[in-house]
């Protein structure tokens, strides 16, 4: 029998929102200063850069542990952009026809295009995407066999084997390592390498450096930050320059504790590198907790906090943490906002997941069971911008622009905070092509996505019926989790049995609170019966039955 579980699982899948911190396919090229080693204060002394990396531009040393590592002769070279990909110039509110990637410049909607070769509604022999910052192309053939970095500006091309190497790119700075299949990857080496391709220094951590390891570049791109499992889950420093190492761990659970991963997000206002570690009991894998740590880039520890739940961003300003938190009886998961400072929850947004920050700190976005949501610092929740089935598919990601923040984009669709359209990319075959991966550039004043065939049609299902969000304050309403909030102010009717025929025990007005027995798993009692779906429930009165929860009239309690 399904569960509310489910629900949750679909509501997954409606967010789509991609965890902090993960280092982007590709990026900017311009070649960063001279960057100094880390300093050595607070911690273990950095590594000297003949042990773990060479001078820039000089030879790869020996990876500590064993190995060779001749990374030099694996990384891109100077080679002609294959004649079969065109760059083509469209003029504004002309529809796109063909797959490829596209950049668009929303002041003037006029769009760069890249496009591979192609048959009609068939994937691409050669596939392209965009580096964050938009000024690289990453051009890989289906089988894996060759690659090609394209800078946007002029043009220029370098070959490589993507089956060898793997390419990661930062503000000025690009890390060449080893790709996971190729053959003795954890024997070599990783690069750090110029807008040129030109080698800076070479690195090994964790006894050799693998695809699987995150990396996240300091805004600068002077520095390095990479987790990995050495002993333990650490994370090291590594300087662009000189491949100098400073290493942030091992880190250790609590007593009772278990440390499940490492990962890594740039505080924005700051700069700071911000390292969570999330946590679970060691006796209930269920109840995990999350301990941050906030680092200057020369890896002074400045801050740590603890907190219960699992990490789910940081404020651009620094001043707010959101962290995902499970609801009692299993009823889901609440988005809870905590001050940092004074190190104390503010409120939570319950049926709330996914958290994604406005420029100004202001408000948050959260995805919930009916639709995305965005809630102010203060804590008032309003209905987030666009309308499922006229502006963007249910799921299709609504994303907030990164320096404005009365902007949100959704596939290829630019809209503001009252929901009108500010720019938008047309197709025009709706039903045979779709616009994918859209993404902001560094800043508000561009896009890129691409436009690739429709193969799948989505899912259409109503997700409306689930339990609806609502914002709570501590103390947290625990005992009674979910209300009657009926949008004409009807009563709902609690039913002694699951069944549209059942007696009637009372019809609850809106306000009426909830509780929610669990079974022995500590999962709630639910019936998928004709076409309603029913939860038992209590009173505050002892009433017991069943509610329908399709009606739209639960919601969790205010």
Not at 104 to 126: N, Q, V
Not at 254 to 260: E, I, M, R, T, V
């Amino acid at each position: 029998m399904r569960t509310v579980l489910v629900a949750l699982c679909l509501m997954l899948m409606l967010v789509g929102c991609a965890p902090q911190g993960a280092a982007p396919a590709v990026g900017s090229g311009d070649a960063p200063g001279g960057a100094p080693e880390p300093a050595p204060s607070g911690g273990p002394a950095p590594a000297p850069s003949g042990a773990s990396g060479a001078a820039p531009g000089g030879a790869a040393g020996a990876v500590p542990g064993g190995g060779t590592a001749p990374i030099e002769s694996l990384l891109p070279v100077p080679a002609p952009l294959p004649a079969e990909i065109r760059r083509v110039s469209i003029p504004a509110g002309q529809p796109l026809e063909s797959i490829g990637l596209y950049f668009m410049d929303l002041a003037t909607g006029k769009l760069d295009a890249w496009l591979p070769p192609t048959g009609e509604y068939t994937m691409p022999s050669i596939i392209l995407t965009s580096s964050d910052d938009e000024r690289w192309i990453l051009a890989t053939t289906q089988t894996q066999t060759e690659g090609h970095l394209i800078r946007r500006s002029d043009g220029a091309a370098f070959r490589y084997d993507p089956r060898q190497v793997q390419l990661t790119m930062g503000p000025g700075v690009m890390l060449a390592r080893p790709a996971q299949w190729e053959s003795g990857g954890m024997g070599r080496n990783c690069a750090l390498l110029d807008g040129n391709t030109k080698v800076l220094s070479t690195f090994a951590v964790g006894g050799g450096c693998t695809q699987n390891q995150q990396v996240l570049f300091s805004p600068d791109g002077k520095r390095l930050a990479v987790a990995h499992g050495d002993g333990g889950l650490s994370v090291s420093l590594v300087s662009a320059a000189t491949g100098a190492i400073r290493e942030l761990g091992p880190f250790t659970a609590p007593a009772g504790q278990q440390l499940l991963s490492t990962r890594m997000t740039a505080v924005p206002g700051t700069g700071d590198l911000l390292v969570h570690l999330a946590l679970a009991d060691a006796k209930d894998y269920g109840k995990q907790a999350s301990i941050l740590r906030r680092y200057s880039w020369d890896g002074e520890l400045r801050a740590e906090k603890q907190f219960s739940g699992t990490f789910g961003g940081i404020s651009p300003d620094g001043s707010l943490i959101a962290i995902h938190e499970s609801l009692s009886g299993r009823l889901g998961q609440a988005l809870a906002i905590h001050d940092w400072s004074a190190d104390r929850p503010r409120f939570r947004v319950a049926g709330g997941h996914g958290a994604q920050w406005l420029a100004d700190s202001r408000a948050v976005l959260t995805g919930t069971f009916r639709g995305y949501r965005l809630v102010s610092a203060a804590g008032e929740m309003v209905i987030g911008p666009g309308t499922w089935g006229d502006t963007f598919r249910p799921f299709d990601s609504l994303i907030p622009s990164p320096d404005d923040a009365n902007l949100f984009l959704a596939a290829g669709v630019v809209i503001d905070r009252q929901g009108q359209t500010r720019q938008q990319a047309l197709i025009t075959d709706a039903k045979n092509l779709r616009i994918t991966q859209a993404s902001w550039g560094p800043t508000a004043r561009s896009i890129h996505f691409t436009v690739q065939p429709n193969f799948g049609k989505g899912y259409d299902a109503d997700f409306s019926f689930y339990i609806g969000p609502n914002v709570q304050r501590p103390p947290y309403p625990e005992q009674f989790p979910l209300q009657v909030e009926d949008a004409k102010g009807e009563c709902l009717n609690l039913r002694a049995e699951a069944a549209e025929g059942a007696k009637v025990v009372r019809c609850l007005p809106t306000g009426t609170r909830l509780s929610v027995p669990v079974q022995e798993n500590g999962e709630p009692f639910v019936n998928y019966g004709g076409q309603r779906v029913w939860l038992q429930v209590g009173t505050e009165k002892g009433e017991m039955g069943w509610v329908a929860i399709d009606t739209k009239s639960v919601s969790y309690a205010k």
